[in-house]
Antibody, heavy 119, light 111 residues
Framework: QVQLVESGGGVVQPGRSLRLSCEAS????????MNWVRHGPGKGLEWVAL????????FYAGSVKGRFTISRDNSRNTLFLQMNSLGLEDTAVYYC????????????WGIGTTVTVSS | QSVLTQPPSVSGAPGQRVTISCTGS?????????VHWYQQLPGTAPKFLIS???NRPPGVPDRFSGSKSGTSGSLAITGLQAEDEADYYC???????????FGGGTKLTVL
C-alpha cells in the first residue's frame, strides 16, 4: 500500500544539526512532488519545504530558509530534510507528504518523526 | 497567527450538521487557489479529507463536503458521528508569501 515512513528524529541541542529521512513505498516516488510539514507543540500545522518530482525546484518557508535543505534520491525512493542551526522553535513532529501538483492536496502523509531541540 | 483563520473549536450533537470556516484573503483563497481540508484524529497523523471542489479520496463519506466563496472556505459535516471528533485544518497557497499555508486548526467535539 501507499506509505511514507519518516525517521531521523531525536533530541538535539540548540545550534546543532539533524537529518530527517522519509522512505516512500507503494507508488512511483519519482513522479510526485514532496513536502515536509511540521506540527509544533500547542501550534497548528506549518508547511516547511517543497521539492519537485525531479528535485530541480525547491521552496522553503521563511522560518527555515537558509537553515534547512530539502533533497531527494529517486533511486532510493527517499526524501530528506537537512536541518542546521536548530532552535527551540523547531521542536515539532515532522511529516513528509505527497502532492500530485503544487496546488493539489497533500494526499498522503507519513506517520511523523519527532524533533526536540533542548539544552 | 495563521494566514488562514479558523474557529478554535466547534461542537455538535450526534446527527447534527456543523460547519467549520476558513477565512483567508485576496492572496490565497481569494486568488482562486483551492482550499484543502485535513482531519487529525487523536494521536495520529493528519489525513487528507476533502477539497473545496469536493474532491475527496476513496473512503471519505459524503457526509463531508467542501466549498469556497470569495476569500473563505468551508467544511460541512452532516449526520455528525462520535468518530468525527478530531482536529480539522484547512490549507491553501498564498501567492504573496509564496508559501503553502494552513489554518490554525479547529477542534470538533461531538457532544
Amino acid at each position: 500500500q501507499v506509505q511514507l515512513v519518516e525517521s531521523g528524529g531525536g533530541v538535539v541541542q540548540p545550534g546543532r544539526s539533524l537529518r530527517l529521512s522519509c522512505e516512500a513505498s507503494g507508488f512511483i516516488f519519482r513522479s510526485y512532488t514532496m513536502n515536509w510539514v511540521r506540527h509544533g507543540p500547542g501550534k497548528g500545522l506549518e508547511w516547511v519545504a517543497l521539492i519537485s518530482f525531479d528535485g530541480s525546484t525547491k521552496f522553503y518557508a521563511g522560518s527555515v530558509k537558509g537553515r534547512f535543505t530539502i533533497s531527494r534520491d529517486n533511486s532510493r525512493n527517499t526524501l530528506f530534510l537537512q536541518m542546521n542551526s536548530l532552535g527551540l522553535e523547531d521542536t515539532a513532529v515532522y511529516y513528509c507528504t505527497r502532492v500530485s501538483g503544487y496546488f493539489n492536496p497533500m494526499d498522503v502523509w507519513g506517520i511523523g518523526t519527532t524533533v526536540t531541540v533542548s539544552s | 497567527q495563521s494566514v488562514l483563520t479558523q474557529p478554535p473549536s466547534v461542537s455538535g450533537a450526534p446527527g447534527q450538521r456543523v460547519t467549520i470556516s476558513c477565512t483567508g484573503s485576496s492572496s490565497n483563497i481569494g486568488a482562486s487557489y483551492d482550499v484543502h481540508w485535513y482531519q487529525q484524529l487523536p494521536g495520529t497523523a493528519p489525513k487528507f479529507l476533502i477539497s473545496s471542489n469536493n474532491n475527496r479520496p476513496p473512503g471519505v463519506p459524503d457526509r463531508f463536503s467542501g466549498s469556497k466563496s470569495g476569500t473563505s472556505g468551508s467544511l460541512a459535516i452532516t449526520g455528525l458521528q462520535a468518530e468525527d471528533e478530531a482536529d480539522y485544518y484547512c490549507q491553501s497557497y498564498d501567492n504573496s508569501l509564496g508559501d503553502w499555508v494552513f489554518g490554525g486548526g479547529t477542534k470538533l467535539t461531538v457532544l
